[in-house]
């Protein structure tokens, strides 16, 4: 008899069909003698109907009565969610974020989460009633509603999974776990039975389509055991959790790639303390999330800059450095958005060395010419014409996921 | 300068230009140095769409529940609503029924208001904000969410207008306000520019589609005056307000028709003390309301007793009726769908006799024969035979209202 907090994403609960199937797998927990927590996104596709309808209205909606009007949808959901429990004689109820309640900061479209009252949630589930809460919102300390942002319900799952201290925190969605890379563009991909926390963080694009990033770094912070599993059928799904010493036997866990980044690079900057600031401060107030930044040591007093922004801002982004490089003295801006950056994680590149050198290996035997990399204790990514993404991955997932960096091919 | 609360019901905020126009309507009272309170209900057609998905969903569906999916409904159109206003510069905010709070029983899908706090709005609309306030729904002790049934968002405007003491509560809708009776029965039918009160609950169903009747309560019993206008052009709408002597200068206010009733008959019955509660007693524990009631002294220890309900549920009420007319010796029951009601309204009946006869005689001439007769201080209603319904709203609307019972008309 566990403590079980259960998230169903929005394609899960996208008709009513979907909803019963999921009050089903609910109600098999149940009647295991399980405490259920259901947590519960809008219907797929609910959401984006609903700021449609905000941003056909106004060119700039008021983002307090955005989060009005978008969590509407997940109201709807937990209370089909909890009719179709109590149609199968489990006893059930709804909550919104503001019942439970979910305390947020005031930040509209974005809030975090400040604090959860479990005993609501515990009064509830002791007392022997399935309680199916709202994702997604929150209640600011004024009364106002809040969301937490796209994907936010897989956080609110967890965040309530640590407030009610859960043994664990299911993440139904319609697919049926973590997969080593893409399946779609390596049919080798294959789901990993488990994964760390932090391996799961540096390989967020992976996940991305999966559970939101954000939410992992409140698992791994509370230490909220994660399972990643279909609604859609009875596959044992993929395990999150913290790491064990015995994971660090398996060296490359997935390779990732993201095609979303554009790279610019300032030429020949008269090398001087400050330069970063200078360069990237502006940046940051224009709340441009920079990724990777390379530059190197200078020899003759003058250094290149790169770095890589979100595709959506690489314009923004150009526009900002250009004025910067003339008060720097930059000989010049050259800019690309038609990159790809690959990553290649694993809790085994701690203790063993080399993996780089494979991993540059092998890209060079296929011709494929790397532009940047950036290393962290257990990832290494590179940036390379977006054009060789799909060769990189496949190749680099042959070589260090699928034969394991001991068993290596001779060249 | 006054205290405005505006009703907008869900034809008036149909669309996103309907939502545009709202705002126009609300920001012209603002600019003119009003204090506005907005209620407003959910996007026409969108109570019904969320009531399908749960009731799809289910047989039964939880009432509990099926109120927190159908105030989505109203969620949505604040949020929009606030916006449109913001986007004309006018400060806005929305609230929910459990913002302000509205605090209502706890009988979902048709929660009563018990309690209505003033300070948060009174707030709000002297800091110079509109307050749009969603109609329809409140909150129980417990903290559930509750609507207040079919129409309530007339009742919440009442009930907010009672509760912050404003100077008029505007009911807007896609009528331009009451008429002396059924514009598409009788073409000569003209808008009230004043009804009473009482006048109003009297002809409940000629108001029925435009005001709920349980608003009107409210409004009576605080004293609130509403004026019922159209939010699809700018016509002066009709005044419901307190009596004024002046009022009883109009003999008749109102012809009203209904059709939705049936009538049941039980033959000569031994009169005996508690009959009718032997009767209706069984009729009322199955909820089933019983409108007209005529019983004649019985001669020869013997009495008929005819009732009419609501045609939905003639059956039920025919089967109850059915058997304690065994257990009290009637000698049989007979039953009547085809039936209409019309009742003849006016303040001005109270002090001058001669109403009643005149309408009867005006049947009478049209070969229309009264099947019942029931009548209250300011109202007379008879029920005819349904095929006759138009007929007798024409010519008792032409002899009561158009005439006036002073010019009547030589036979």
Known sequence: ??????????????????????????????????????????????????????????????????????????????????????????????????????????????????????????????????????????????????????????????????????????????VDGIYTTDPRICPAARKLERISFDEMLELASLGAKVLQIRSVEFAKRYGVPLCVRSSFNDEPGTWVVAEEPSMEDVLVSGVAAEQNEAKITLHRVPDRPGLAARIFGPIAREHIVVDMIIQNASEDGFTDVTFTVPRADHARALAIVSDVARDIGATGVSSDTNIAKISVVGLGMRSHAGVAARMFEVLAREGINIQMISTSEIKISIVIDAKYTELAVRVLHAALVEQGFGEETPS
């Open 1 to 174: 008899m566990a403590l079980i907090v259960q998230k169903y994403g929005g394609t899960s609960v996208g008709n009513l069909n979907r909803v019963r199937a999921v009050a089903e797998r609910v109600a098999a927990a149940w009647r295991q003698g399980n405490r259920v927590i259901v947590v519960v996104s809008a219907m797929a596709g609910e959401t984006n109907r609903l700021l449609k309808l905000a941003h056909d209205l106004s060119p700039h909606p008021s983002p307090r009565e955005v989060d009005v009007i978008a969590a509407a949808g997940e109201q709807v959901s937990v209370g089909l969610v909890a009719i179709a429990l109590k149609d199968l004689g489990i006893p059930a109820r709804s909550l919104l974020g503001f019942q439970v309640p979910v305390e947020t900061d005031g930040v509209f479209q974005k809030a975090r989460i400040k604090r959860i009252d479990a005993s609501k949630l515990l009064g509830i589930v002791e007392g022997g009633e399935v309680a199916v809460v709202a994702g997604f919102q929150g209640v600011d300390r004024w009364g106002n509603l809040t969301t937490l942002g796209r994907g936010g319900s897989d956080t609110s799952a967890v965040a309530i999974a640590a407030a009610v201290k859960a043994d664990v925190c299911e993440i139904y969605t319609d």
